[in-house]
């Protein structure tokens, strides 16, 4: 079963955004934390059952600070839980999609992360993840 797991919104300042978040949900973030990977800060939110992730660039050259470079904040990516990402990124890749990681790496929120391009998902970069099991 695969589900959403999360929405990615890139933002200049997660201060800022934290603030509008935060009033705009009536809830503060439950978690922030760095991805040094990544070059991104990020801040957690839990809507109901859904999670909002805050990207922030902690440099101006990561994936994030590339993105609002090109197009301004906004959504970023689409993530999805799977059970076993490993399989996922196999069948994925055999089904034609161009996947960016061919291992899971370590990504935020305590999750196995892999990436799918988004010129072979109609301009939507997915994120696969699944939690990690210590």
């Known amino acids: 079963m695969i589900k959403v797991e999360h929405i990615g919104i890139a933002?200049?300042?997660?201060e800022?955004?934290?603030d509008v978040f935060s009033k705009l949900f009536g809830a503060s973030n439950y978690k922030?934390?760095?991805?040094?990977?990544?070059?991104?800060n990020t801040s957690f939110f839990q809507v109901g059952p859904n999670k909002i992730e805050l990207l922030e660039a902690t440099s101006s050259s990561s994936p994030i600070?590339?993105?609002i470079a090109k197009k301004g904040e906004g959504i970023h990516h689409i993530a999805f839980e799977v059970e076993d990402i490993v399989s996922e990124i196999k069948r994925?890749?055999?089904e034609g999609f161009t996947v960016l990681n061919d291992v899971p790496k370590r990504g935020a929120d305590h999750k196995w992360v892999a990436f799918l391009h988004p010129k072979s998902v109609n301009g939507v970069l997915i994120e696969l993840c699944q939690e990690i099991n210590d």
């Open 65 to 67: 600070a590339k993105f």
């Open 32 to 40: 922030m934390e760095n991805v040094e990977s990544e070059g991104v």
């Open 92 to 94: 994925l890749k055999e």
């Open 11 to 14: 933002v200049k300042s997660l």
């Open 16 to 18: 800022t955004s934290n």
